[in-house]
């Protein structure tokens, strides 16, 4: 009876349930949290919310206060009787206050607590189970006795009179022990088999599935880096076109203020010459002396307009802008927007491979022809004129037109260079590494975490180091450039060189310890038609 109490103790006064995450009002009373935010929810614009316990009002919404302690003893209340909590069915005599089930009785066709089920009768026709509400399910609707036998022939549970008196007189039946094992063995192991073979298909069609997604994640997230990074190369070109635009109106206009700065000077210098010859005339004016006047030489040349009208055009020629410089350069703009007006096609990644024949004798080529790795072992490469004498080695693929980006992870690699070159490169002696001549371009990483670029022996410092592990090499054949980014976050724009290329280029790794690996693919890209 003191479950039973506790139990009541136990329950919310709104759901009539064991509390769910008990919360206290103000007033003192404790509700499933659910059950009264509904209650709040409901009473929002009525002007004040109440208890519905003790209908103590507030004007603002409560605050709900977790009861820590509370939840701890529903906790361990339901921890004590699990199953009996479970089935929620409760006891057929405890009619004062509803207690939970722990057996029940079919031929009582009663279920019973732990109190009553200590003093129910124990003889063997009181057949006892689990809690369960189909206790009608157990016994025969024409004899009212419980199920005994299991007959073969009609596939149907029967009582000891059936078997004896009723219809299944004769038949073959079994035990329902007995008929239950067999029907757990032969049917439903069979049963279970193919459901198990079933959700095997399942499980695999789900990892195929979640494969499928992940494939279109890295598919987007590609497509998504590459308009990234064309939208930053458009915002470069318009800065660049901007600056020159500016710049190209900033010279003009300073041409023009000098050259006008000039004709101001002249011209001031002639009005200082026409105000003397003014004063002068006006002198010849007021002179009384008619010898005087008559042998003053010839004034007309004083009117002559030649000089001004000359200054004249010379400020009419220097103030003009070069417009048509101007517009020029901005067809570049046009250029610009056009190309995003076209649309990018990207083509699916194909593998980008290394070639075997060009790997240096210490260097270790992967089965996948993806990784490259440093040996102190000679690798005893065939001997030939395309064997690299360093430890570097090339691509099989050549690019010679089109735009391309592929990637490598260095993290494994503490001294590495990255890059591109023709394959005319040497490949004996030091001006077989990449960078070190005019026929090969690279990012290198060597001690301290130093980076730089090299191009025909002339290193760039990198302000800073690579911040990552992941270097991306983009190649833009028809413009001639070639950058260099750092995978990170976000993503760094390192270097880029811009050359007139006369030679296809293959991708080109130098490998001075560890390994470097190729991840995936080379992505290739072109304007739509």
């Known amino acids: 009876m003191a479950s039973a109490d506790l139990r009541q103790e136990l329950v919310c006064s709104i759901c009539l349930s064991i509390y769910t995450d008990p919360v206290t009002l103000r007033c003192g009373h404790n509700f499933c949290r659910v059950c009264i935010d509904r209650v709040l929810d409901t009473q929002e614009g009525a002007g004040a919310y109440t208890s519905p316990e003790c209908r103590a009002e507030c004007q603002e919404r409560p605050a709900l206060q977790r009861n820590i302690t509370l939840c701890n003893i529903v906790g361990r209340f339901l921890s004590t009787r699990p199953d009996q909590e479970e089935t929620g069915i409760l ?29 129910h009768s124990k003889s063997p026709e009181h057949v006892l189970c689990d809690p369960t509400t189909a206790l009608g399910n157990r016994k025969c609707s024409v004899h009212k006795e419980l199920f005994r036998y299991y007959c073969i022939e009609d596939a149907t549970c029967i009582c000891v009179s059936c078997r004896l008196d009723g219809e299944h007189r004769g038949h073959l039946v079994e035990m329902l022990d007995e008929a239950s094992e067999k029907k757990k063995k032969e ?14 298909e399942a499980e695999k069609r789900v990892q195929s599935l979640q494969e499928r997604r992940r494939e279109d994640q890295g598919k987007a997230a590609g497509v998504i880096e590459t308009v990234t990074a ?22 003009q206009e300073q041409r023009v203020s000098l050259s006008v700065s000039d004709l101001i000077q002249q011209l001031e210098i002639k009005k200082d010459e026409l105000s003397g010859k003014m004063r002068h005339i006006e002198e010849l004016c007021n002179m009384s002396d008619p010898v005087a006047v008559l042998q003053e030489p010839d004034t007309g040349d004083l009117c002559d307009t030649e000089d001004t009208e000359r200054h004249d055009t010379q400020v009419r020629g220097a103030g ?13 703009l046009s250029d610009i927007i056009t190309g995003i007006n076209t649309g990018i096609y990207v083509q699916e990644a194909t593998a980008l491979l290394l070639d075997v024949s060009t790997a240096g004798d210490n260097i270790q080529i992967s089965g996948d022809r993806k990784t490259a790795s440093r040996s102190r072992i000679n690798q005893n490469h065939p001997v030939t004129p395309e064997i690299f004498q360093c430890p570097q080695v090339i691509s099989s693929r050549r690019f010679s037109s089109g735009r391309h980006y592929w990637e490598v992870d260095v993290s494994k690699s503490e001294y590495w260079r990255v890059g591109m070159c023709y394959p005319s490169i040497d490949r004996r002696g030091r001006q077989s590494y990449i960078g070190y001549n005019n026929k090969s371009w690279c990012v290198y990483r060597w001690y301290n975490n130093q980076s730089s670029v090299i191009h025909d022996s002339t290193m760039i410092r990198l302000p800073d180091n690579i911040p990552c592990d992941r270097v991306r090499v983009y190649l833009d054949y028809g413009a001639g450039q070639l950058s260099f980014y750092s995978l990170c976050d976000p993503i760094r724009h390192l270097h880029t060189y811009t050359a007139a290329l006369t030679e296809p280029l293959h991708a080109a790794l130098w490998v001075a310890d560890g390994c470097i690996t190729i991840c995936g693919g080379v992505r290739s890209w072109e304007k739509l038609p």
């Open 91 to 119: 006891c057929t005599y405890c009619v004062d206050s509803p207690v939970p089930a722990a057996k029940s009785c079919l031929l009582c066709e009663a279920s019973l607590c732990d109190k009553h089920l200590r003093v």
């Open 187 to 200: 049917k439903l192991r069979n049963v279970l088999q193919k459901l198990t073979t079933k959700r095997a």
């Open 230 to 251: 064309l939208f930053r190369d458009i915002m470069r070109q318009l800065e660049d076109l901007e600056k020159r635009v500016l710049s190209e109106i900033s010279r």
């Open 320 to 332: 003009d802008l070069d417009v048509g410089l101007i517009s020029g350069t901005l067809h570049t």
